[in-house]
């Protein structure tokens, strides 16, 4: 995703009051009070004896009001005998439980109702069925758009989900999804996956606010991460961008096997979105032909609620209403989330402190399609950008992956979307291309559809590459800072017309920051041209001589292609 300012903003969590109808909604007093959302949770199994397979979603929205109804069917697999499915669900009213149909008796306390399965045995296949209504406290945003026009979206990350939709709120709880959504008849319908059918209108009874209402059906055949699945309603104008990663799209239901780019966004902001999205579906091939299969059914970039400059969920990518709205090119934060659908949806972190797995990822390889696309100048400005947000920010103090961080919000920082880019920009440098890009192919292959953490994709790149790679880990991800280096050199004359160039090269980077190990480069320049020379900085404090040097040379540059994260030192 990308961070905005209005989203540290809002790490509060305080909704804006949005003026909408309460008619017919449920009392408020008979809502609990929410808990609040981006706490991390205890280290270890969230949901232990029990695996979600499905979820079976049908939801009733209704128009101007605030409130809305909801009933899920959680298709369980019981790993233990008479387990107990903790399901995460805060602030709305239960109406009731049910264990394969039959009334079921449960505790709902601070924010995790908890459904003892009692008469299932390991291996057993159950469906607990939970139907509930009332006001949304987060992840469900029922208010105005941009425009004033009255809006339903979903909005779950880190862990909001609970807010709309019992489920077991853990990105490394995997499942597939259908939606049944009862919506306005003035309002299309998006959510991930593939559509089923056109809409018809709501059968009598159908759960949620009155109204002339249309019922809309999306399937997800893949397993993905509660925190992607998303719904979205409102008035809005749908444009083709392309069709992309044909033959290279096994989930997609299409017969040429292409998968569909649109952008879905209100009537009145359908030109200015545009440019925003123009080449998406450019960048689905690009990113298809370096990672490997595009991995759901089709690609929808919607104009939305999210409070993120842009949001990845799983084949419906929800970008900020505002700047659509405001005629703002988001080309990059585009690319940024497309590159989302390979790393954070399809192969997701097992946890959120691995989260550089998914927003370093984005970062980097979202920046290279502007390089392929654009220039290489293009590539080096977006990675100076980055470098800057690095050494400008005090987040580099703690390391990257940070388990002691208790706030999930607060993982949105440079230290996991632009230092875990340059992490991967520096491992391609010291592996080489090669031996990078296969790793990261196998690595997409091996965890499709799956969970991830950082010792995984290291044993994956110590594979491609043949190198043991612990020390380059230990240093750049479980240890802060970043190298800053001091190079003085001289010239020494020799006999003849050769001489020698003596370069000492400080770290000064602060005390407590480790001293890092640098395999890198020394260029002399001079008139004659210049000439690179392999060095590796181990200690404090190296002197390199560097004899037979033709002639005394202008300048000496220290990783002179730029391949080291580094501070702004010394020459």
Same mark, same amino acid.
């Given at each position: 995703?990308i961070?905005?300012?209005l989203?540290?903003?809002?790490?509060?969590?305080t909704?804006v009051g949005?003026?909408?109808s309460l008619?017919?909604?449920p009392?408020?007093a008979q809502?609990?009070?929410p808990?609040?959302?981006g706490?991390?949770p205890?280290f270890?199994?969230y949901?232990?004896?029990?695996?979600v397979?499905h979820?079976?979603?049908?939801i009733?929205l209704?128009?101007g009001?605030d409130?809305?109804?909801?009933?899920v069917d959680?298709?369980?697999?019981?790993?233990d005998?008479?387990?107990?499915l903790p399901?995460?669900f805060?602030g709305?009213?239960?109406?009731?439980?049910?264990? %394969?149909?039959?009334?079921?008796r449960?505790d709902?306390?601070a924010?995790?109702? =908890?459904?003892p399965?009692?008469?299932?045995e390991?291996?057993d296949?159950?469906?607990v069925t939970?139907?509930?209504?009332?006001?949304?406290?987060d992840?469900?945003?029922l208010?105005?758009?941009v425009?004033?026009?009255p809006?339903?979206?979903?909005d779950?990350?880190?862990?909001r989900t609970?807010f709309?939709l019992?489920?077991?709120?853990h990105p490394?709880d995997?499942a597939?999804v259908?939606?049944?959504?009862h919506?306005?008849?003035?309002w299309k319908?998006?959510?991930n996956?593939?559509?089923v059918?056109?809409?018809?209108?709501a059968?009598?009874g159908?759960?949620g606010?009155?109204?002339?209402?249309l019922?809309w059906r999306?399937?997800?055949?893949?397993p993905i991460s509660?925190?992607?699945?998303?719904?979205?309603?409102a008035?809005?104008?749908?444009q083709?961008v392309?069709?992309?990663a044909?033959?290279?799209?096994?989930?997609s239901?299409?017969?040429?096997?292409?998968?569909?780019?649109?952008y879905?966004?209100f009537?009145?902001?359908v030109?200015?979105a545009?440019p925003?999205?123009?080449r998406?579906?450019?960048?689905?091939?690009?990113f298809?032909d370096?990672?490997?299969p595009?991995?759901?059914?089709k690609?929808?970039?919607?104009?939305?609620?999210? =409070?993120?400059?842009?949001m990845?969920?799983?084949?419906a990518?929800?970008?900020?209403e505002?700047?659509?709205?405001?005629?703002?090119n988001?080309?990059g934060?585009?690319?940024?989330e497309?590159?989302?659908?390979?790393f954070?949806?399809?192969v997701?972190?097992?946890n959120?402190h691995?989260?550089?797995l998914?927003?370093?990822?984005a970062?980097?390889?979202g920046?290279?399609?502007f390089e392929?696309a654009?220039?290489?100048?293009?590539f080096?400005?977006?990675?100076?950008?980055?470098?800057?947000g690095?050494?400008n920010?005090?987040?580099v103090? =703690?390391?990257?992956?940070d388990?002691?961080?208790t706030?999930?919000?607060?993982?949105?920082n440079?230290?996991?979307?632009?230092?875990?880019?340059?992490?991967?920009?520096?491992?391609?440098?010291?592996?080489?291309d090669?031996?990078?890009?296969?790793g990261?192919?196998e690595?997409?292959?091996?965890?499709?559809?799956?969970v991830?953490?950082?010792?995984?994709?290291?044993a994956?790149?110590?594979?491609?590459?043949?190198?043991?790679?612990?020390?380059?880990?230990?240093?750049w991800?479980?240890?802060p800072?970043f190298?800053?280096?001091?190079?003085?050199?001289?010239?020494?004359?020799g006999?003849?017309?050769?001489?020698?160039?003596?370069?000492?090269?400080r770290?000064i980077?602060?005390d407590?920051w480790p001293?890092?190990?640098?395999?890198t480069?020394i260029?002399l320049?001079?008139p004659?041209g210049?000439s690179?020379h392999?060095i590796e900085l181990?200690t404090?404090?190296?002197?390199?001589?560097? %004899?037979g040097?033709?002639?005394?040379?202008?300048?000496?540059v220290?990783?002179p292609?730029?391949?080291v994260l580094?501070?702004?030192?010394?020459?």
């Amino acid at each position: 995703m990308i961070r905005t300012r209005l989203s540290n903003a809002l790490r509060a969590l305080t909704l804006v009051g949005t003026g909408l109808s309460l008619l017919g909604a449920p009392l408020a007093a008979q809502e609990p009070e929410p808990i609040e959302a981006g706490v991390a949770p205890p280290f270890g199994r969230y949901a232990p004896g029990v695996d979600v397979l499905h979820y079976e979603v049908e939801i009733g929205l209704g128009y101007g009001t605030d409130w809305f109804a909801g009933r899920v069917d959680v298709h369980v697999a019981a790993e233990d005998d008479g387990p107990v499915l903790p399901l995460d669900f805060t602030g709305l009213t239960l109406e009731e439980v049910a264990v %394969d149909g039959h009334p079921a008796r449960y505790d709902h306390v601070a924010g995790v109702l =908890r459904v003892p399965l009692e008469a299932a045995e390991e291996g057993d296949r159950v469906i607990v069925t939970v139907v509930y209504r009332g006001v949304p406290d987060d992840g469900l945003i029922l208010r105005p758009n941009v425009h004033g026009a009255p809006s339903a979206f979903v909005d779950n990350w880190p862990n909001r989900t609970r807010f709309w939709l019992p489920s077991v709120d853990h990105p490394a709880d995997k499942a597939t999804v259908n939606y049944t959504v009862h919506a306005p008849a003035q309002w299309k319908v998006i959510a991930n996956g593939a559509q089923v059918g056109a809409p018809v209108s709501a059968a009598d009874g159908a759960i949620g606010p009155d109204g002339e209402r249309l019922t809309w059906r999306w399937e997800v055949g893949v397993p993905i991460s509660p925190y992607n699945m998303v719904i979205g309603a409102a008035d809005m104008t749908v444009q083709t961008v392309g069709l992309a990663a044909c033959g290279q799209a096994p989930a997609s239901r299409r017969d040429d096997g292409c998968v569909e780019v649109t952008y879905w966004v209100f009537p009145q902001d359908v030109e200015r979105a545009e440019p925003s999205f123009r080449r998406a579906a450019e960048m689905v091939d690009y990113f298809t032909d370096l990672f490997g299969p595009f991995p759901f059914e089709k690609l929808a970039n919607v104009q939305s609620a999210t =409070r993120f400059g842009g949001m990845e969920n799983a084949s419906a990518i929800f970008y900020s209403e505002q700047a659509i709205a405001s005629g703002r090119n988001i080309e990059g934060t585009v690319s940024h989330e497309i590159v989302h659908q390979w790393f954070g949806d399809a192969v997701t972190e097992e946890n959120w402190h691995h989260l550089w797995l998914s927003e370093g990822f984005a970062t980097y390889f979202g920046d290279q399609f502007f390089e392929a696309a654009d220039g290489e100048e293009s590539f080096r400005r977006l990675m100076g950008e980055s470098r800057q947000g690095v050494i400008n920010s005090s987040d580099v103090e =703690r390391p990257i992956y940070d388990p002691a961080e208790t706030s999930l919000f607060a993982l949105l920082n440079a230290n996991n979307y632009p230092k875990g880019g340059w992490v991967l920009h520096m491992l391609r440098g010291i592996v080489g291309d090669d031996a990078f890009f296969t790793g990261i192919r196998e690595y997409y292959g091996r965890y499709l559809h799956s969970v991830a953490d950082t010792e995984d994709f290291q044993a994956v790149m110590e594979e491609s590459s043949g190198d043991e790679l612990d020390w380059f880990f230990s240093q750049w991800i479980y240890r802060p800072g970043f190298p800053t280096f001091d190079v003085q050199w001289r010239w020494i004359p020799g006999e003849g017309s050769t001489g020698t160039v003596e370069v000492t090269v400080r770290q000064i980077q602060r005390d407590s920051w480790p001293t890092f190990r640098v395999p890198t480069e020394i260029a002399l320049e001079g008139p004659g041209g210049s000439s690179h020379h392999e060095i590796e900085l181990l200690t404090r404090e190296e002197v390199i001589r560097i %004899d037979g040097v033709k002639a005394r040379p202008s300048r000496v540059v220290l990783d002179p292609d730029g391949w080291v994260l580094k501070g702004d030192g010394g020459r």
